[in-house]
């Protein structure tokens, strides 16, 4: 599959983080969608990449020193300065846009606290279509005893992560593995896939930097190695490589 990094972004008039976004690319492919989650001042949680609002809408200034009433009044800004008339998204209003449509990951700033997220994703039953991204094992057993019915996106490079992860007791069906941002070994794939374990490349940046350069036949050696889902900034190109491989 084909999980689209911040919901798209890369074309002209679709800002990153944005359900306009969201329905503009899930209208062309099942995809996952990965989106970014920060808390404003009252506790809403919205879809925001950075701390502040500077550089993708029309606000400024950190997030969380701003109420909800006054975010929602910001239009979206796409990633080459267009002022659209797109506004901040809730994560609520994403998860009921999302039932039936598409699979989130989501990204849980730092600022944010995960308890928040897991407590919206378990009143809205999202649990079937909203992963978790971790990145490392003190997050991810945090996020599990939170709710042991989410899928984990954990950072897995080495079978030592892995153990590391078993040894702190999260099973092998609440793990949905990101194997990094590099070329992956085809063995690794293969030790996880007879775990159960699916697993995520994360081909933006070099990987579809390389793609784009040499051809985007490229990606076709990733999906021989048996990667299941590719993350990128490109999602266009790589779902043709998929179809094309099937």
């Not at 797109?86 to 999302?98: A, H, K, M, Q, V």
């Not at 971790?134 to 984990?152: F, G, Q, R």
């Not at 040499?214 to 999602?235: C, H, M, N, Q, S």
Request: net charge neutral.
């Amino acid at each position: 599959m084909v999980s689209v990094h911040r919901g798209g972004g890369e074309m002209a008039g679709y800002p990153e983080n944005c359900l306009e976004s969201f329905q503009n690319i899930s209208s062309k492919m099942p995809c996952i969608i990965e989106c970014d989650v920060e808390v404003t001042k009252d506790s809403v949680l919205v879809l925001m990449h950075d701390k502040t609002l500077d550089r993708t809408s029309t606000g400024s200034g950190l997030v969380v020193s701003h109420n909800f009433s006054e975010i929602k009044e910001y239009y979206l800004e796409d990633n080459f300065g267009y002022r659209t008339n797109f506004r901040i998204p809730t994560l609520e209003n994403t998860l009921d846009w999302g039932k039936n449509k598409v699979i989130f990951t989501l990204d849980v700033k730092k600022t944010t606290p995960y308890r928040k997220v897991l407590e919206l994703v378990k009143s809205k039953k999202a649990e079937n279509f909203a992963v978790i991204i971790t990145y490392n094992a003190n997050e991810a057993i945090e996020v599990y005893k939170l709710n042991p019915d989410v899928l984990i996106s954990v950072s897995l490079m080495q079978e030592s992560d892995y153990y590391r992860l078993k040894e702190l007791g999260i099973p092998n069906k609440n793990m949905l593995a990101f194997i990094g941002t590099r070329e992956p070994k085809a063995e690794f794939i293969e030790f996880l896939h007879q775990k159960g374990i699916k697993t995520i490349l994360g081909v933006l940046g070099n990987l579809d930097k390389k793609a784009a350069a040499k051809g985007d036949e490229f990606y076709d050696e990733l999906i021989k190695k048996g990667v299941d889902i590719l993350a990128t900034d490109r999602p266009e190109a790589v779902f043709s490589r998929i179809q094309k491989s099937n």
